[in-house]
């Protein structure tokens, strides 16, 4: 394994780093070689524009299919995410496999020697975008990593899971999501909106933060006026669609906007 990452600090900020189709996905038409050098030059902008932590992710794999995932996918998320490591040294590192892909997400960070990795279904099933998610990823996952010994990996993981129907679980409130999701052992919690770039409730973040004594990031939708109000409650900020050209999660990572969204904590 490779040594640890960086820990992430107080009131962070976390940039996405989207990674391009990798090969056996429709969209596919890169090799793996510029994809990991693309990655690499986005984390060298984010960490130069003052972020505190990076997240590396399939976004571009659509559509996207429920795990296990295939061989190529595995090998070229470890290839990206350890050049992702070598670019940003100084910044703490995750990893999330799209999609309900934990296995392969902590298999890839304990290589690499990510941090963290974010995961989508810890605790009860959802029926999302992808399909059904028939279960929860927290009894699995976590005895994989006692398996491999990966306990500097945190599990972060979202409740109520963006781009998805709750209709199953619908009888469970956002507090009572959060005690489970901590009584199952995940290191942190992600609060999201509905949808990529959608923004988180400020309510929602007030009532989990009210009902968990773990870290409490918001996952989607942060702008920089939302910044101040965020950080109040929230412990870390994952940023991914506003730090883009034109807001854009498709469009490469923009300097001046990764610039603007650091100011905004300042």
Known sequence: MAQSNPAIPAKALIGMVHVGALPGSPRSTQGVDALATQAAAEARI????????????????????????????????????????????????????????????????????????????????????EGLMPSAAAGELLRYRARLGAHGVRVICDIKKKHAAHAITQDLSLEESAHAAEFFGADGLIVTGEATGRPASHADVEVVRAATRLPLWVGSGVTPDQVPALLAHADALVVGSWIKKDGNWRNPVDPDRCRQLVKARR
Do not use: K, W
Request: proline share 7%; charged share 15%.
């Open 46 to 129: 984010l960490a130069d524009a003052g972020f505190d932590a990076l997240l590396v992710e399939n976004m571009h794999d659509v559509p996207y299919v429920p795990g296990p995932h295939p061989p190529e996918t595995i090998a070229a998320m470890t290839r990206v995410v350890q050049q992702v490591r070598e670019a940003a040294p100084s910044l703490a590192l995750g990893v999330q496999v799209l999609a309900f892909g934990h296995i392969e997400a902590m298999a890839i960070a304990h290589t690499c020697g990510a941090s963290f990795i974010r995961v989508e279904n810890f605790t009860f099933a959802h029926v999302a975008d």
